[in-house]
Every structure is written in C-alpha cells, then in structure tokens.
C-alpha cells in the first residue's frame, strides 16, 4: 500500500501544479471526445499560475495535493457554492500511474473532511464530470457519488462542456 500525503498547496508550487495538470490531462482525455485545442484551452485558462494563485488566496476555494512517497501525483480544487450546505470538487486529478491506487478516494475523503468542519456544515458534496469520462464516472460512483443532472456549458472561445453534476450527501 502507497503512503498518501495530502497537503495545501502553496504560493511557490503553483507551476508544478500546472504542470501535473498537463500531463494527466494529456493522458485522460486522450480518449474522450475533446479536442487537443480544447484541452490547450482550458489547461491555458485554468491552469495558469496567476489564476492558480488568485485561487489560493480566495476565500472559499481549497487546494490540496496529494502524495505518494513524496512524489506529488494529484490534486484537488474545493469551492464553496451559493447554495448553502454545498461543496463543488471542482477539480480532481490523479496521475495516471497512481489511479486506482486510493489517491483519489483520499483527496474525496479529505475533501468531504473539510466540508463537514465547515461553518455551517456541508452536506452535500458535488463535481462536474465529462458524460464520456467512463473511468472517472465509474470512479466517482464507487465513492458515492449519484448521477445529478446533465449540463451543457459554453467555456468560451467555442468550447463546451458537456457534463454530468454528480453529488454525494456528506454525513
């Protein structure tokens, strides 16, 4: 079994979250229908170092990253939403050679933590996942996570997402 370390993630690693970002998201969505200019896209606006620390630096947003044997292999994004007692994993990426491994179901247990100890308490916890994502989908189900409603959201510059929100009561 793999030591998991999850930690904050810091000002100064920031660059290296991106670049792990690139590299898993390269490998995950090498096989769903999303195209490599969208992939650029949205690794360019979401990913960037300047974002990524406005992000760190705002209230309500949670980044974590998690470790096996001291090599950084994942991470995750956590946001309050508007609706009250309601949590968004926003983001949660795992290297490939470390899936299936419990990383990402530490970084959902750490998360759903957190959630609970908030003020006031979440008790749902909720992610958007690419309808074509079959792993991730059936990754996310086996953490307890139903099948919300779908959304289909334009992210600019003629991209779309087209997702499932997907949610889990937090106990």
């Known amino acids: 079994m793999e030591k998991i370390e999850i930690l904050p993630v810091r000002d100064s690693e920031v660059e290296a979250i991106g670049a792990l970002a690139r590299v898993i998201w390269q490998a995950c969505y090498a096989g769903i229908l999303i195209s490599q200019e969208q992939v650029d896209y949205m690794l360019g606006d979401r990913y960037n170092a300047a ?3 406005e992000e760190l630096q705002t209230p309500g947003i949670w980044w974590d990253q998690a470790f096996v044997d001291g090599e950084r292999v994942g991470f995750a994004s956590t946001l309050r939403t508007d ?3 309601e949590l ?6 795992i290297h490939p050679a470390h899936q299936r491994h419990g990383v990402g179901g530490a970084l959902i247990a750490h998360v759903a933590e957190r959630g609970l ?6 008790r749902t916890l909720i992610l958007a996942v690419n309808k074509q994502n079959h792993q991730a989908l059936a990754a996310y189900r086996k953490h307890g996570f139903v099948q919300r409603e779908p959304v289909y959201v334009d992210i600019g510059n003629g991209f779309v997402m087209d997702d499932y929100i997907m949610e889990k009561t937090l106990r």
Not at 88 to 93: A, E, I, T
């Open 51 to 53: 974002r990524l620390r």
């Open 83 to 85: 609706t009250p007692g």
């Open 88 to 93: 968004k994993l926003d983001k949660l990426y």
């Open 117 to 122: 100890k908030d003020d006031p308490p979440a």
